[in-house]
């Protein structure tokens, strides 16, 4: 890969506007340290989501791709990597993270062009992935085990091992974050890696393969299977040579990724869907509050698993804030994400389809469209998959919009009498991603939090935290927990060793 700084990274992103398309694009999977043609040289196309238009080529995989890759990360493991120093992998994992940041304006270019994100949002990841690599980089030779007290007839100790050759299934919302997150801890764990990027953003995993292999990573660790999910994704979870899946995508899906691993018990994390509640209480600070609503739904075009997609204002502030609210989504400018728009266009013809559909049937249900309700395109050109920001109100809490996952800039809202009906409101859906709270009652703040049925809560700032914070689902967001030292759990097995000394 050539290398680019952050300041040519204005050639770049002008290049990239000009000809609609990035040179020297990863072609073909990477298997065994190197891109390789697949199986049956078949190719997809790669759709720019902020022209609507194919800018690229990449490989379309099948079984006997996967199973190229599984044997290389098998052999990868037992050979080399669960037996590499632990000291040796976190310096792997630590020249990983310079190079990502060494490529950081290529990498979101190709982010941006491939999912259609802002750039600047693109450029967050990117260095979140570097981050990633960083802090898992620290925690290679820190996986400690216990001793127990058994007395002193015996020594019982236990120690933690590589779960193996993991499976990694990343969506499209997030491509680059999405792969370093299970990336980074598998490898500090000493496992190896098969992955399968969605089809829609196929590019960026294939880079981090390749800039893993750059940073010394030994040949077979990190495997990168292209394709769709019947015909790439479905033969690498069903494949008895893997032993753990790392799943993040729609809730249909993972119902099948869970189902493929039960015939051999194999181990899953589930990251899925969401519809996270944003509890605005009357004591807030109005400014802070509206800001983080807006961010929670329309960064990334609402295409985030924990987008604040649900807001719960208390009745009392109800009108100024929604007047407000609405005021600042439609002034947010649109446009091709190279272009740095405050929102980007969505992934596809399909989701623009779907988010439209969940809003005309809101309407006709006698939803108030407060800001937005429209598909429409780039300003500029006239083309692309656009929708505008939404807001949806007078809703009441069994409507669709309320309970379904849109996955686009979407806000449904619904009112609260007081902080135990906006708990209420919280809990009642079948998702337990993430959740906001913005209140300056101390109290109230931790008693919600303590309360509300999800993974993670933020306080005051909606997606507040970083790498350090475990993050994860309950109910039908799905189980396990990625990022921090728990996350790096999830890529190790416990061995507990108890032996007679006298
Ligand atoms: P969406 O419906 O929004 O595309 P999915 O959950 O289907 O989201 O996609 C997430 C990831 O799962 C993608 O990489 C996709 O290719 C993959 N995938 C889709 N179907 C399957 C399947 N049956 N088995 C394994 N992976 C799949």
């Known amino acids: 890969m050539t290398t680019s700084t952050e300041t040519s990274g204005t050639d770049l992103v002008t290049e990239a506007l000009r000809t609609g398309t990035l040179a020297g694009l990863p072609e073909g999977h990477f298997i065994n340290g190197g891109f390789v043609r697949p199986a049956h040289n078949r190719r997809m196309e790669s759709f720019d989501p902020g022209r609507g238009e194919a800018f690229a080529e990449f490989a379309a995989g099948t079984a006997e791709d996967v199973d190229d890759a599984v044997a290389s990360a098998r052999h990868a493991f037992e050979t080399v990597w669960r037996d590499t120093l632990p000291v040796e992998r976190g310096r792997i994992l630590m020249r990983a993270s310079r190079l990502i940041q060494d490529n950081l304006e290529r990498l979101a270019v190709a982010e941006t062009l491939d999912s259609g994100k802002p750039i600047a949002e693109a450029r967050g ?25 058994l007395g002193p007839d015996y020594l ?11 499976a990694h299934i990343i969506p499209w919302n997030f491509p680059i974050s999405t792969a370093a997150r299970g990336f980074a801890p598998a490898l500090a764990a000493g496992c190896a890696i098969v992955a399968k990027p969605a089809e829609q953003t196929p590019f960026t995993a294939l ?11 030994p040949d077979g660790v990190c495997n990168v299977v292209t394709g769709t999910g019947a015909e790439a994704g479905a033969p690498l979870t069903r494949h008895p040579g893997i032993d753990h899946i790392t799943f993040t995508g729609s809730v249909a899906t993972g119902r099948q990724v869970m189902k493929a691993a039960a015939d051999d018990i194999t181990r899953v994390v589930l990251e899925l869907g969401g519809k996270s509640p944003v509890v605005v209480l009357k004591d807030c600070d109005l400014d802070q509050a509206i800001a983080g609503v807006l961010g929670a739904i329309y960064e990334n075009a609402g295409q985030i698993c924990s987008a604040g997609s649900r807001l719960i204002i208390e009745r009392p502030i109800q009108d100024e804030f929604l007047a407000a609210l609405a005021a600042r989504a439609k002034a947010l ?128 700032e909606y997606f507040a935290g970083g790498i350090e914070v475990p993050f994860g689902g309950n109910k039908k967001s799905g189980f396990g927990r990625e990022k921090g030292l728990e996350g790096l759990k999830s890529y190790c097995k416990t061995k507990s060793v108890a032996a007679r000394i006298t």
């Open 125 to 149: 990841d990117v260095r979140g992935a570097a981050r990633t690599f960083e802090y898992y980089a620290g925690a290679c030779d820190k996986l400690e085990g216990e001793s127990f007290p």
């Open 207 to 217: 880079m981090l393969a390749e800039i893993l292999s750059q940073a010394g990573l």
């Open 333 to 460: 400018s649109l446009g091709h994400g190279l272009r740095g728009p405050d929102v980007g266009p969505v992934n596809s013809a399909a989701q623009l389809d779907k988010i439209a559909g969940f809003v005309a049937r809101a309407r006709q249900q006698g939803a108030e469209i407060l800001a937005g309700g429209k598909a429409t395109t780039d300003p500029e050109t006239g083309k692309g998959w656009f929708y505008e920001p939404t807001i949806v109100a007078r809703l009441s809490p069994r409507d669709e919009i309320v309970q379904e996952e849109v996955f686009g800039p979407v806000l449904a809202v619904q009112s609260a009498e007081d902080a135990d009906h906006a708990l209420a409101l919280a809990n009642d859906s079948q998702y337990g991603l993430v959740a906001g709270v913005y209140t300056s009652d101390l109290g109230t703040a931790h008693r919600l939090a303590r309360r509300i049925d999800a993974g993670q809560v933020f306080i005051n």
């Open 156 to 166: 019982a100790y236990s120690i933690h091992e590589p779960v193996g050759v993991t």
